[in-house]
């Protein structure tokens, strides 16, 4: 089976912007979960879906948001971007079989500037 | 927040050698997973451990877990070069959400 797939890798931003970010679960698994990892706050949850429902939220402004599709694939979006969203974003996706064993995508690299 | 901490935060070890990090969490969960990340990249699952089981192998790998101290080990043997990398541990409380600590930075020299 392919991997999980985040794209785009890499993205540079200016403050201010919105970003768009894009991850395809395994073939079969439901559950989608985006992650954000920086140096000072390490990896923090952002949110779950599960068959288009956002199914758990973590602590995050309302600026960021997320969605997914009826194929299961995800999108998470930054509105108003600030310095402090440079981050790795790490989409996992899970078969919810359970117990929960996530696999991870690559990440996607957001510098904003 | 971080769920809990992992000891130490760096290790530093020569090939061959076993290493042991460890992890403590806060609440109580209903599994706790072991993950590798390398540089940068996406984490890699590990192991899993339910909260009924006291120790659980892989290959290399061997993980234990007191749930009345709150804490889990994960212990690489017989480690190599190809081992560097960050190791995180994480816990659920029965759902998808995973709760990280902090993480421990191994390099294994050759």
């Known amino acids: 089976k392919a991997g999980v797939t985040q794209t785009p890798r890499y993205l540079i931003k200016t403050r201010g912007q919105q970003v768009t970010l894009s991850c395809s679960p395994i073939?079969?698994?439901?559950?989608v979960s985006w992650y954000q990892q920086t140096p000072g706050q390490g990896l923090q949850f952002l949110f779950e879906?599960?068959?288009?429902?956002?199914?758990n939220k973590g602590n995050f402004p309302g600026r960021f948001s997320g969605r997914q599709f009826s194929n299961s694939r995800s999108e998470m979006n930054v509105s108003t971007l600030e310095l402090g969203d440079s981050a790795l974003y790490l989409c996992?996706?899970?078969?919810?079989?359970?117990?929960?064993?996530?696999?991870f995508g690559p990440g996607t690299r957001l510098t904003v500037t | 927040s971080q769920q809990g901490e992992e000891d130490p935060q760096a290790l530093s070890i020569q090939e061959g050698e076993n290493a042991t990090m460890n992890c403590s969490y806060k609440?109580?969960?209903?599994?706790l997973q072991w993950y590798r990340q390398n540089s940068g990249r996406g984490l890699v699952h590990l192991i899993l451990?339910?909260?009924?089981?006291r120790e659980k192998h892989s290959g290399r790998l061997r993980v234990t877990l007191d749930t009345s101290k709150k804490s889990s080990s994960l212990l690489i043997t017989a480690s190599r070069a190809a081992d560097t990398a960050s190791y995180f541990c994480a816990t659920d409380g029965g759902g998808s959400r995973l709760t990280f600590g902090e993480g421990t930075q191994l390099t294994v020299n050759p």
């Open positions: 879906y599960f068959s288009e429902t956002q199914r």
């Open positions: 073939s079969g698994h439901r559950s």
């Open positions: 609440t109580s969960i209903n599994n």
């Open positions: 451990i339910r909260s009924n089981e």
């Open positions: 996992a996706s899970s078969s919810q079989t359970g117990p929960y064993e996530q696999y």
